[in-house]
Every structure is written in structure tokens, then in C-alpha cells.
């Protein structure tokens, strides 16, 4: 019965230890490389392999986490500009993402504050909100972007906000 309980305790406690790389916790990979490292210099017993596998384990535990970080906040992007393009100069509208793994789906408004004609693209500078929380205790942060019309869509052209909002991935 003993070994039935404890095994019951590792699923979860396995679990648990994934749902720092769903919420793109920056420590996961090196936690992930420390346990890793240790256990295959352990069961090795040589040192330099447990130091390469826990090299190896942290670069692509850190590939696997930016790589998650830039396609949400490449959603993220291409839902505001799809939800923008259509408007006209002064035009708002709601915006909403929602992610496969429903961690960070995000929301707000967006106004389209100029138009810009060039002979090369037609562009839109956005301001745009982040709606954190429901009811009396919601907040709301405005930001700016830009977007411009890529063949048949509308796509994010600002390089990179410089803003807290986006963390590491700056």
C-alpha cells in the first residue's frame, strides 16, 4: 500500500513541476537542469556527464520557453491588428485573445489614433488596453503600437514595445 501512496503523490508533484514552463516561469529551465544534471551525474557517477546533460537540459528547456512566450505574444499582436484593421481614423473596438492553454488570455480596447498613407504600406497607429481583473477591482493600461497592411492582413509593425508588459521577451 506504501508505494502505491507515494507513486499517487509523484503524478501531480510531476504536474505541479510543468506549470512553471506553461506560465513562462524565466527559473523553470534552470530548476529543470540543476535536478537533471544531478540526477544523471548521480546515477552516472561522473560528474561531467551530470554537468553536460544539465547544460544541454537548460538551453533547451530556455529554447522551449521563449519559443511559447513569442507565439502568445505573436496571437496577442495579431489579434489587436485584426481587431484594428477594419476601423477607421478615431474608430474603437474590443479586442480578445484566447490562448489553446487558457493561461493569459488577455482583453481591452483599442482606438485607431492615425493613419499613415505611403506609397509603400498603409499603416494605423493604435493605442491599445490591457484589462487585468472583473468588476470594481479591474484595471486598465494603454499602449501604443503600430500596424500595417500585409498583402491581405492586418500585422503588428511596431519592432518591439518597450514596455514592462512583455518581460523577458524584450
Known amino acids: 500500500m506504501r508505494g502505491r501512496a507515494g507513486s499517487n503523490r509523484r503524478v501531480p508533484l510531476g504536474l505541479l513541476c510543468l506549470l512553471p514552463l506553461l506560465m513562462g516561469c524565466k527559473a523553470a529551465p534552470d530548476i529543470a537542469a540543476v535536478i537533471s544534471g544531478a540526477a544523471a551525474g548521480g546515477a552516472t557517477g561522473n560528474p561531467a556527464i551530470g554537468f553536460a546533460v ?89 499602449y501604443t503600437a503600430s500596424i500595417c497592411r500585409q498583402a491581405d492582413r492586418w500585422k503588428w509593425a511596431s519592432a518591439e514595445p518597450a514596455v514592462e508588459r512583455w518581460g523577458f521577451l524584450q
Open 54 to 142: 544539465g547544460v544541454a537540459v537548460d538551453a533547451a528547456g530556455s529554447a522551449a520557453v521563449r519559443y511559447v512566450g513569442r507565439s502568445r505574444q505573436q496571437a496577442e499582436q495579431d489579434a489587436i491588428a485584426e481587431a484594428a484593421g477594419e476601423l477607421r481614423l478615431g474608430g474603437a473596438a474590443p479586442w480578445r485573445v484566447e490562448h489553446d492553454i487558457p493561461i493569459g488570455n488577455e482583453h481591452g480596447e483599442l482606438r485607431v489614433v492615425r493613419q499613415i498613407g505611403s506609397p509603400l504600406a498603409a499603416c494605423k497607429e493604435i493605442v491599445f488596453s490591457v484589462d487585468d481583473g472583473a468588476g470594481p477591482d479591474a484595471t486598465r493600461s494603454w
